[in-house]
């Protein structure tokens, strides 16, 4: 099977089982390409997870975008995007349809269940994730930190001050860590390339809005679909009152629309970006599926030129050996903020009665014991949240 073929195929199945947002998603990449294919092995996976983090965009789909580029080059870059998107992006024009239909008692168990779902995975993820990332005392200090910090601390800032600390205290306190020859990412493209990318970036966030104020049309959603994945730091729920600002403050998008998609993307699998399809379908003068094509690239392609552009000098920039302890230090504290996700708001939303405990235990079972797809967690919990809610 061609390379992209495999990236196709393999990132296809995580978008159309990937529930719970980018943290559960982390977990699942980490799973699936580190111990079940042997994509990357632990030191490449926690750099590309560090850089991921750092940098504004949809995290996991940058990771994953990454991830294909790695692994097939920028075929396989736009097959993992594709696989990973293509499944959330077309659920979410269908699902907010039907979405009035999902509020009697069987409509929410399920949706409830994918709440737990994601509570399952993200706990067994956290297990594995924790033993390999955070090995010695300096480590899991950093982690417990990070939990702390990200409990108490509820702006939408904190991820990025938390790698910024963890890096910080990683340089400061990992002693022991030495750069690791097996971390080297085997690039297709040098800083040449890098360099344009990032120049692309720059040009586009300072074109777009003067092309905005100076012809009316497409170029103004283009602009502001573009603003919101250049200024999301955190991915995932951050981006949505970014995008609530982008689109309906200037009236494109009615606050009920807006609203109803933003139901329908919590429940559907992938990129909580892939919002930017239903909204952009909406669009006044435009919508449908061009509009949607719009808004969905113009969402996504920030963070996919600031990773790429920054991917070679960070390569560089990791084999020093303050460099390597400072990404272990991040690395660290990664963990510590899927940590504190597990609590808040996984546990906090998912968890409401002790049924609630016996379900997700039953998919951390069925994940740690045989090893089951998430697909199979997914069957477990909605069918267990449903079977509760009828007695």
Same mark, same amino acid.
């Given at each position: ?12 199945? =995580? ?10 998603? %982390? ?75 999902? /509020? ?11 709440? #737990? ?5 993200? *706990? ?8 390999? #990332? ?61 360099? &344009? =990318?990032?120049?692309? %970036? ?73 919002? /930017? ?18 808004? =969905?690239?113009?969402?996504? &392609? ?23 302890? *400072?990404?272990?230090?991040? /690395? ?5 903020? #899927?940590? *504190? ?31 089951? /797809?998430? =697909? ?15 007695l």
């Open positions: 099977m061609a390379p992209s073929l495999e990236i196709l195929r393999v990132f296809l199945r =995580l978008g159309l089982t990937s529930f719970g947002g980018p943290i559960a998603h %982390f977990v699942l990449f980490r799973r699936e390409f580190v111990e079940r294919r042997g994509w990357l092995d632990e030191h490449q996976f926690g750099q590309l997870l560090t850089l991921s983090q750092a940098l504004p965009g949809p995290g996991s789909s940058k990771l994953g975008f990454v991830i294909g580029l790695l692994r097939g080059g920028w075929p396989g870059a736009l097959a993992a995007f594709t696989g990973f998107t293509l499944p959330s992006a077309l659920l979410l024009f269908g699902f907010a349809a039907i979405l009035p239909q999902l /509020s009697g008692v069987t409509g929410q168990a399920a949706l409830h269940g994918l709440k #737990l779902v994601a509570l399952s995975v993200v *706990a067994y993820g956290l297990v594995g994730m924790s033993r390999a #990332l955070c090995p010695d005392a300096p480590r899991r200090a950093i982690a417990v930190a990070a939990i702390v910090l990200a409990l108490s601390i509820t702006h939408a800032w904190v991820q990025l001050l938390v790698v910024v600390l963890g890096a910080v205290a990683g340089a400061a306190l990992c002693r022991s860590v030495q750069p690791s020859p097996s971390g080297h990412l085997a690039l297709r493209y040098g800083r040449r390339t890098a360099a &344009l =990318l990032l120049l692309i %970036f720059l040009l586009l966030l300072a074109g777009l809005p003067l092309g905005a104020a100076l012809f009316d049309g497409p170029i103004r959603y283009a602009d502001a679909f573009f603003r919101t994945g250049a200024l999301a730091f955190g991915g995932g729920h951050v981006v949505l009152p970014l995008l609530q600002d982008a689109v309906v403050k200037p009236g494109w998008i009615s606050s009920a629309d807006f609203l109803a998609g933003y139901g329908a993307a919590q429940a559907v699998p992938g990129p909580m970006f892939s919002l /930017s399809a239903y909204l952009g379908a909406r669009l006044p003068d435009i919508g449908g599926l061009a509009g949607a094509s719009i808004a =969905l690239t113009a969402t996504f &392609l920030p963070g996919f030129l600031l990773v790429t552009g920054v991917l070679p000098f960070w390569h560089g920039f990791a084999a020093h050996p303050v460099a390597a302890r *400072a990404i272990a230090g991040t /690395s660290a504290a990664v963990v510590g903020l #899927l940590a *504190a996700a597990l609590y808040d708001p996984l546990w906090l939303s998912a968890v409401h009665a002790p049924a609630d405990v016996v379900i997700a235990a039953a998919g951390v079972l069925v994940l740690a014991r045989w090893r089951a /797809s998430a =697909l199979v967690v997914v069957l477990v919990c909605v069918a267990g949240s449903v079977a509760v809610s009828g």
